[in-house]
Structure formats: structure tokens, C-alpha cells
């Protein structure tokens, strides 16, 4: 990332409240991370871990932990900040605003009756709200998004353009909606009889916590009678599948292209890797992580860490892979001892 | 879910033409399962699979078979009906109910030349119809959603909103498109020339039939010379992919993040659990069943249960993970006879 | 594929250039596969590949490489060409051919200030154009459509409807983004504390080369200090997600619903097979080929193919496969073994 002006080391260390070990009048012109900055870039080692390639660094300068400061080459300046990760933010801020988007109602727009808002809005272009939608304040709506009647939402809400916020979905303070997410729509439930589909009322709502996000292009069903929840703070990633009835705990993270299917419910502080599939009528216990593409088909313990298709102990999904690894070449003989044996 | 109203357990009775058990009088405001149902909720218990359920739930009233009422408890009312599922929707669609979206087209919609419907038809906000398209009566296209030209539609469809039915796409009657739906875009279809890719012509057509479900961001491409076809009466889920020139089969129930490669058929009453794969140029027998995440890389015989990768008969994968747990332990051991043995 | 007008075999050998064998004035009236023509088709044979469903063709006439001639049926009027896929596409241009959509902008559209384009451009219905957007020629916006601040594309860009471009991207000559698509939308990233997640400034960009194609619904996100890389000639297939700070070089082919996770890099000429999965701050060296559904947690060596969760060669997989078929119906007998052996 390149600045919108050169800067020194020394503004930037005012800028972000450190201290200063080195050249303060260093020029520097954007953001790079250690292994590829070069001497205009500045960059970071948010935390111990980062020691190996904060030694080798060409950065211009580093945003470090005060233990680290001695593991930073000397050619770097050093800007010593109780939160490296976190000064970088203000930097990036700083250097990376723009104008922002005006507060108001683009003329493209189309707000229903009883719709209203308290304090400022954002409506973009082609923005579609329909009746009795309630806002706090400060909410940001983005192009071609349509919010159905009756939602509700919390204060600071961020949607993206084109997304859909289906009738009566209740969203806390400070959602973010990433760009083409469906939030409420019906779930998939149906009866059969003698082959032919039926479909299950789905009049359940879909309640949203605060600081939750929601990825672009990932679909949260409503529930069918109950309701589908997802708590504060979990955040979600592009192209996830949320079914029907499903509850989400507190703080969760669920990663790109992860399936949850109806009436699951994953307690707080849990991880789903990346296309981690959960069947039915589960429970994944709080804490618990579930690896990359893993296939969760029964409950799943508080503070496991499961992986494989059907998901079981991580340690013995590998112990299970290395073992048919060894007996893999031995068939032969295994077969052929057997049948001496008989 | 809550009713727009209170209502009494004879009410609910008269409206669903059941057989009343108890209290007639019982006053209730919602719906809810079984087991979280209270005082003021009316339950319901489907088929006999409900009875523990029943046994144990302290739902105000319940819709049950005959043959259930000994089982429901006396706490409860019991309302006894033919069908208790159907009942509940008669029950959920009286007290839903909501002022339906009026027909008519919204004064931001925009309509091409030659488009035309018969009857009545809703266009919702910034609805976009191309030229020459024709529609059944009583349609609704939701908010945002773009109609090429010379698209067919039945009667009673349902497309909602963001969705793009591309050009000359046929749909039969009462098919349900949800939001953000991609319908007939163009296949994925290359020869390699020397490590560079030219575009194989995209120009099928994507029909299809009747009471058909399309779920949420799910996409289905056009064929490229052949068509892509979907039988009446299959629900698909949300966020699935079907590749061009795929053929599937009347009732069929494909789950959420399910994707066909092109050109495989898949015949009736097939269902595809969530995230299961199909590769290109295959066939999957009538009534087949694939688990979720199953990996089918050949023919899957009719009737058949597969699941794994590759996907193979479900009691197979079920005796080799057996197998394998119990081998793991063992491989030392088996390794050391061998050793001794040569 | 239907012909707008019927035509005979020797107009259409006359059309693509060929050397016409057998009756000229056969008429015809569309184009079909091999196995599935009848007499009023054209077919092809692309390669030798095609002989043995040459041979057996119904077709009327066939689109043939010259050594395929003594192949074909006499039944079948032969058009001997030097490529007979790219005949196909002269053909089906010249009889799928409608009426282009206009060049202009529509009036439903909106402009923002600073954006400008050389020569022709098609802007849709309801395509919403930022600020300062920069445009080669002859590019085409579809419907409802969202190109964000600061844009810059090349000549001849197609952007189907319902896409979002978002601010900063670049795009090169002749790039395809499909129905739908999100490119350069912040990336998924987090630091936590506490058990509390803290966004990492996603400020990056995302810049992709010509001749790139994207598919419908899937996300692209922008780096988060690096850059998010797409190289020249990358065909990229429905419901992909690709992380921030991907890699991926040229000439690549990516299936529906792979998912590469952050930071990973992709060497030039890669295959992913559908639903593959990536990890993070991997490599994958050129040529791979990662087989469907592949679950990559290491590093891939160039030109190496692999399968399965993990992925390890393909060969491996199946010989551990065959393994493990071969060891079920066994380990009673073993553990007996192993047990008096104690």
C-alpha cells in the first residue's frame, strides 16, 4: 500500500504515540510487510512471532514491541507502540482516507412508507427500502441493496451494494453486510409424500448480534418456526451457507465456503475452517476448531479440534493417515501370510 | 413464531377442521416445536416419529394424528387432524398473513419492447425486463432483478430479487427463483491451444420445468450446443453450481454448495446431500442418494448410497473407517511380523 | 443450437473455409454433439479423440480435421478444415448472430464525476458508475451493476449484471467478469485478543490481466497491504472465493467452488479441479494439477498432480486406496494373528 503523501519515520511515530530508536527523518512512502519492504516502506512485527523475519527486514521502518527492539536490524528505524497492529491501523487511516461518502439519500434512491432513521444516513444509489424499516443511527446502505419491510437495525451498520436483508430480520449495532449477502431468506424445508415436495412454512426470523459480519455472497436462511440467531462478535466469511434454525454462539469465526445445515447449533468461540461442512441437528461444543473441508456428522465436544470426512480427533486423523501410508506396500505380504496361515 | 393475534385452541381447530381434545378455550400467541413450546404455543407433531417429543412437550396445543392423542399429554389440547404439517401451514398463511405487495409495476422498473404477461403481474423497485419477454399471469420479479430478452415464463412464478434470468431462458409454472440466482449465464467451456484457452460457444438454453426451486446465489449455466434441463418438481438449495449441458431429473433434492461438472445426467428422485461433487460426463441413477461432501468421479448405479472420496456404497466407507481405526494400532506390530518373516 | 435460417453443407463449408467431401446440398438446421446429431445437424470432430464417436455419427454433416476424412460415415457430408472447433465458432457467430445490444449509456444509468471512456462504451439499466472510473474502449456494463471510485479498466471489458467492482481495482484488456461476480471487496482478516477479533486493514488492491475471466457469484478480495494478483489469461469458474494477497499467474484454470485461503501463491498454467481447497501462505508450483475436491495443507511441487484430503499424489491416493479395500475383509484375521502371536 502506497501513501497519499511521503512521510518521515518521526511523523509517524507522533502520529501513532511511540517512541522513536534511530533515523526520525527517514522518508517513507507506503506499507509493506517485513519480508518484502524495502528502505521507503515502513512495516510491523505485531508480536514475538514475527522476530525471525523482523531480523532480516529491509524496511525503511518497523512498528515493534519494546522487547523487540533489539531483534530489528539497525538500519531500520525503530518505533517502539504498546500495539504495533493497532498503530498500523492509524497509520493506514491516516494515510489512506479519503473523502468520505456523503451522509444523505442518493436521488436514485426509493424509501417506503414508515421508514425511518435517527441522526444521519447513507443511502446509495438505487438503495430499495421498503416500509416500517427502522435505523439507528449512522447506518451506510450501498448500491442496489434492498432491505424488505420491517427490518430492524442497530446503530453504525455497514451494507454493501447489492445486498438483500429479507422482511423483519433484526441486525444489532455496528453489522457489516458485505456486498451481495442474502440475510433471511427462506430456509429449504420440505415434506415428502409418495415423491412429491412440500414446503415447511419458513416464518421463523434470522436475529443478528453486534460487531457481527457477513461475508459477500454468503446466504443466512430465516428459521422455519424458530428463529435462525448469530451472535456478537462471530464474524463470517464469502460464500458460507447458513440454514435454517441454525444458532451461533459468541465470536465465533467461519471461514470461506463453509455449509451449516438446519438446526445446528455451534457454541461460542468456535472456528470452522474453510468449505467445513456440519450436517443436521448438531451441537459443535464452545471452543471447538473444525479443519479445512472437514465433515462434521455428529456432536462435536467443547475444545476439540476435529478434521477429515466423517470429522473425528485431528491427532487421529493423522495418526490414521500415516498408518495406511506404512500399510500400504505390505498388502501383498499381509494377503499372502494369511493364506498361509489358513 | 408469533401470531399477528391471540387466538383460542377451538379457533385453531375450526380454521384447520380438526377433532378438539380438552380445553377449547386455551388462549395462544405463537407457534413453536415441540420441545420448546409453552403454555401459549400450539405444536405439532408431524408423524408417530414425533411421540417422544409429545410425550414430554408443554405446548398449550398440539395438531396430531389420531392415533397420537393417547400419547399427548393432558396439559395439552389436542387437536386432531388428518395431516397435522398441512394444518400448520393453514394455520401459519392465516396468522402471517400480511398485506400482500400489490401487482402492478413499479414506477422504477424499466420494460423492453415486445415484453408482455397476461393478467395480473408484479415488477418490484428497479426491476429490469428486456425485450420480448413473455410471462404467464400472476408473476412476481423482485427488486433489482434483470430479465433478458425472450425469456419464457409460466404462470405464478416467483423470481426474487437481484436474481438475472439470461437470454431466452424457459421456465415452466410455479417456479421459485431466490434472490441473487444466476439462470443461463454462460458455461465454463475451453480448448487448450499451447497453454492458451479459447472460449468453446456458449449458445444451449437452460429450461426449466415445473414447481422447480432455485436457492439463493445458486448459478446454473446455459448448455453450450446441447441445453441444461431440470425436471419438474426438483428443489435446489442455495449456492449450488450446474455446469452447462447438465440433465437432471424430475424431484430430485440437491442441498446447499452441491456442484455438477458439465454434461452429467442425473435422473429422478436423486438426492445430493450438502457439498457433495460431481464430476463431468457422468450419470447418477434413479433415486440414488450421494452423502454430503461425496466425491463422484463414476457412474453411481440407481438406488444406490454413496458417500467419501471417491464415492463408493456408504456401508463400504462405514467398514473401512472401522477397518482403519482398528489397523492403526496394529501397524508396528504387523511391520515387525513381516520383518521376521522374510 | 437451432440455425436462425436453414443452410446447406456447402454454404457452411464455404463460410469456415473447408474442403467439402459428399453432398453439398444437404440442408441442415442446427448444430449437435456426434452421438446425439440427426440428419438435418452439423457435428465436429476437435480431435482424433472424437473417431470412435465419428464413426457412428447420424449427423448429416461434420466439421472434420483432414486425417479424420476415411473416419467419418459416407452417410455424413465431410467439411475437412484445419480446426474444427474454431470452424464451430465461425459457424454458430454467423447463424446465432442477433441484434447487438446499442453502444450508450442508459438512461436509467448513473455517472460519477471524473469518469471517463474512449470511444464506445455500453452502460445497462441501473449500472451505477463511481467517480473517476477510467475505461478503455468498447467496454460493456451489464444491468444493475456497481463499479466503485477510482476504477481502471482496459479496452473491451465485459461486466455482467449484478457485478461489483470496487474501489481502485484494475483490470486488463478483455476482461470477462460474470453475473454477479464481487472483485476486490476487503478480505477476511482479523487479528484476536482476548477472544475478541480486530480487523487488519485490508488496503491492498487487486489487479488482474487481460484476457482473465471471473464467474458468476464469485468473490475476489482485495489484499490487505499487498496486492491480490489474477495473471493474464486465468479462467476463473462460478462460486470461487479467492482470498487477500492470493497469487495466482497466468494462464490457470480454476473450477467452480475451488477456495484459496490468503497469502497462498499459484504458479502459471495450475489446474483446480471444482471444489478444491487451499490453505493459506502456501505454493503451488506451474503446471499442478489439484485434482476435484483436493484439500492442499503443504506446498505442491511444479508439475505434480494430487487428490484427496490431504492431497498427496494422486497415484498414492489411489494405490492407498485400493490399500485399504484389500485390508478391510482382513483385520479380524490380523488381529487374531497378532494376538496369538503375543
Redesign the interface.
Known sequence: ?RFRAETTAGQISDLVGGRLFGDPNRVLDG???LE?AGPRHVSFA?SRGYDAKLGRTGAGAVLILADAEPTAPRTSTRIVVADP??A??VL??AQ?S?PADPWGVHP?A?VGRGSRWSGRIRL???A?IGRNVAFGTECVV???T?IEDEVELGSACRI???C?I?RGVRLGDRVMV???A?VG??G?G??TDG????R??Q??NCLIGDDVEI???T?V?RGS??DTVIGS?T?I???V?I?HNVQIGA?C?I???V?I?GSTTVDD?VTLA??A?L?DHLTVGRGAVVG??G?V?GDIAPGSTVS???ARDHR?VL???A??????P??A???R??ER?E
Open positions: 500500500m506499507v509493506a510487510p518484502r505485531a497492529l493497532a498500523l491501523g493506514v487511516s489512506h479519503r436514485t426509493s446509495g444509489p438505487y430499495r450501498g448500491e442496489h434492498t454493501g451494494a447489492h438483500t429479507h458485505r456486498t451481495g442474502r431468506g427462506a429449504f420440505f415434506v415423491g412429491k415436495y412440500t415447511i412454512p416464518v421463523g461475508g459477500a455472497n446466504t436462511d418456526l424458530d462478535g464474524k466469511d464469502n460464500l451457507q440454514a465470536h469465526m471461514m470461506a465456503q455449509g445445515a468461540a474453510g468449505q461442512g450436517a479445512a473441508q465433515g456428522i477429515g470426512y466423517p487421529t495418526r490414521q493417515t498408518a495406511l501410508r506404512r500399510l500400504t505390505l498388502v505380504a499381509l494377503e501370510i494369511l496361515d
